[in-house]
């Protein structure tokens, strides 16, 4: 690691006011020591909120819930609320990382933690993100942990959180405080922004921002809510392909749907027109097969990439077969990897 | 992959006989914060001449350890980088050109000094309070600074495991933990669970189970598969679990909850055995 100023913020205000371009926030530390360690991030100073006192808690907030950006994930998952209530969040954080890390990593730095591109941990390779104005490796490159949707000639990667997949299923909001103090809200899909011709800029937050909270909104009483992973190892991997879906049966039609994709772009990926395909439709693999062929694209950015396209599909179909509850019962464990819908 | 993490002198002065565990060898109030070198010692192999390079320049020294101390070329030249890398441009001065002085660390000392950050740490129940340069992780403070040697580094980013304790009683990596964030924490490692003489029931489990090869990575399993005992307990679920409110000691479940620990060796069938022995054990 390169050498730097650690500080220990005393308040939100302290913690803004000490940022600046070389300066990093650290909570967890779980990425951002890892990005330290190969100098693909060196901060000069580095800013410890990880002891600032009640950030660390899930609140009520009015039929929702309000969760401190240092909430753990291990929290966040096994919290009671949130097994009955969003249940698709347990099971998208569940789904990412090890024990150890969902220990120590938290919700704001699990919505920032940066792509784990190969070529953006290589100091020696070209990379419009780490470092503008290079180059993408990728193109030409290895491309299995590459993006479908949102990518740019300057930058294929993916994001790699499920929890935010969780998260933009339910139409979570981000809390964000700005160095005057104020504080905005943003839905976490729109907290990013796309690589266009600046991949080095991947969220809409300005200097002396903070993310102080994740805000859930109601719960959606009667939905069956599902998480598919699917990836190179049975678990603590990268998502090739995930899925959420939030889905609400009335009868033998689906009243309301709301899907997310992770493994696919550079943010949690929705698409409002492929939840209208489903709403009001019969569960039946006509509907599936039509929602799948909106959603996936006719080509792929990469050609390394292009097995995700039928992985996509299969894995949209599959899902929206258990969450609807054409897959049947759910057995055990290993064979079901996204366990029983609630 | 990941450079030194911690301070780069506090080796070399431990390697000369300075450091024991437990005590901080730049401790402030000593001579600049360096201990004494002991002489006879110097110049024995190379790591020991460098170290001797790094520490002994502020000392009187005989001209036969002077001899010793001055660095060849290339050694002066990689010094010289990593003084930049370390410190900054700013304290390559022309004093880096003295020939018989690769390195002037009076200031360098004082500069890294600065930096020392004083951190308690609780570990197994006893307490120790050190002086570290922020960049020191848990594992390195537990291994290099408190001789606690039982803990592994493995991969030194999270992705194997061999570095798990816990820190108040949740499992973590300790090689993605800066020891100053852990500040009065305390800390469990390996050598807190049990001893040779009297193991307890996990690391017997794994005895008895032939829960290794290598052993490697063996520490960080038994500190994962504790902190997995009390997650059950607690009834958390994973992502293997048919129901988010109710799991269970089954082979599937231990896997997936172990999943943060990598054995090369390949044990993870004898692993997960271990484990579901000793949790018979333990109910």
């Given at each position: ?15 803004s ?28 100073r580095?800013?410890?909120i ?8 899930i ?44 220990n120590?990593?938290?919700?704001g ?39 479908l ?14 929890m ?5 299923v339910?139409?979570a ?19 990013y922004t ?49 899925v ?14 709301a ?23 019969r ?6 097969e039509?929602?799948?062929a ?19 599909r299969?894995t ?5 077969r258990?969450?609807s ?16 819908p609630? | ?10 080796v ?21 914060g ?17 170290a001797?390079a ?30 930049v ?21 009076s200031s ?12 308690k ?7 120790h309070?050190?002086?570290?340069d922020?960049?020191t992780?848990l ?9 606690l ?74 500190m ?11 009834g ?24 943060g620990?990598l ?21």
């Amino acid at each position: 690691m390169k050498p730097f100023d650690y500080q220990r913020a005393h308040s939100l205000a302290d913690a803004s006011g000490r940022m600046g371009d070389a300066a990093s926030i650290i909570a967890g530390g779980t990425n951002l020591l890892d990005l330290m360690k190969i100098q693909v991030m060196t901060p000069s100073r580095v800013i410890d909120i990880s002891r600032l006192s009640g950030m660390d808690r899930i609140e009520p907030h009015g039929d929702g819930l309000r969760i401190g950006a240092l909430v753990t994930n291990t929290t966040l998952a096994t919290d009671a609320r949130i097994r009955a209530g969003w249940p698709v969040l347990s099971r998208a954080i569940l789904a990412g990382a090890s024990a150890q890390i969902r220990n120590k990593a938290t919700t704001g730095g699990n919505l920032l933690q940066r792509t784990r591109c190969p070529y953006f941990y290589d100091t020696a390779m070209a990379c419009n993100k780490r470092a503008p104005g290079t180059g993408c490796s990728a193109q030409g490159g290895s491309g299995r942990m590459l993006a479908l949707f949102g990518t740019s000639d300057d930058c294929l990667a993916a994001h790699p959180s499920d929890m935010a997949v969780g998260l933009a299923v339910l139409g979570a909001e981000v809390e964000i405080r700005a160095s005057s103090g104020d504080t905005r809200t943003l839905p976490v899909t729109q907290l990013y922004t796309l690589p266009g011709n600046r991949p080095d800029i991947e969220t809409g937050l300005e200097k002396g921002d903070i993310i102080t909270a994740v805000i859930l909104p109601a719960p959606r009483i009667g939905t069956r809510q599902t998480y598919r992973k699917v990836r190179d190892r049975a678990s603590y991997a990268f998502a090739l392909v995930s899925v959420a879906a939030v889905l609400k049966m009335d009868g033998d039609t689906i009243a309301e749907a709301a899907l997310a994709f992770g493994g696919v772009a550079p943010r949690p990926w929705t698409d409002a027109a492929v939840n209208g395909l489903l709403t009001g439709k019969r569960p039946e693999p006509a509907t599936f097969e039509r929602a799948a062929a909106h959603l996936v694209p006719d080509t792929a950015p990469h050609p390394e990439t292009a097995f995700k396209r039928p992985l996509l599909r299969r894995t949209l179909i599959a899902t929206l077969r258990e969450a609807s509850g054409l897959a049947g019962q759910v057995d055990t464990a290993r064979n079901a990897p996204s366990g029983a819908p609630q | 992959m990941g450079g030194p993490s911690g301070p780069p002198f506090s080796v070399s002065a431990r390697r000369l006989g300075a450091g024991t565990a437990g005590v901080n060898a730049h401790a402030p109030g000593t001579d600049r914060g360096v201990p004494s070198p002991p002489l006879e010692r110097a110049g024995q192999a190379v790591p020991v001449r460098l170290a001797a390079a790094l520490v002994a320049n502020d000392f009187t020294r005989p001209a036969a350890l002077h001899r010793a101390a001055r660095p060849r070329r290339a050694e002066e030249k990689f010094w010289n980088r990593q003084r930049v890398a370390w410190f900054g441009p700013d304290t390559v001065g022309p004093d880096t050109a003295r020939p018989q002085l690769a390195l002037d660390l009076s200031s360098l000392n004082a500069r890294h000094e600065e930096r020392f950050l004083m951190t308690k740490l609780t570990v197994n129940g006893q307490s120790h309070t050190l002086a570290l340069d922020p960049r020191t992780t848990l594992l390195d403070a537990l291994r290099d600074h408190l001789d606690l040697t039982g803990t592994k580094k493995g991969c030194d980013h999270g992705q194997c495991g061999a570095c798990t304790v816990l820190v108040n009683g949740t499992r973590v990596n300790s090689c993605l933990c800066l020891a100053a964030m852990h500040d009065e924490d305390e800390i469990t490692t390996i050598e807190g669970l049990g001893s040779p003489d009297s193991l307890n029931a996990l690391q017997a489990a794994f005895v008895e189970k032939d829960g290794y090869q290598c052993g490697y990575c063996t520490p960080g399993q038994i500190m994962s598969a504790t902190a997995l005992f009390d997650e059950l307990k607690a009834g958390h679920p994973s992502y293997v679990s048919p129901d988010l409110d109710h799991a269970e000691m089954t082979d599937a479940e231990i896997a997936e909850r172990m999943s943060g620990n990598l054995c090369r060796c390949s044990a993870y069938p004898l692993i997960r055995e271990a484990i579901a022995m000793a949790a018979e054990v333990k109910s």
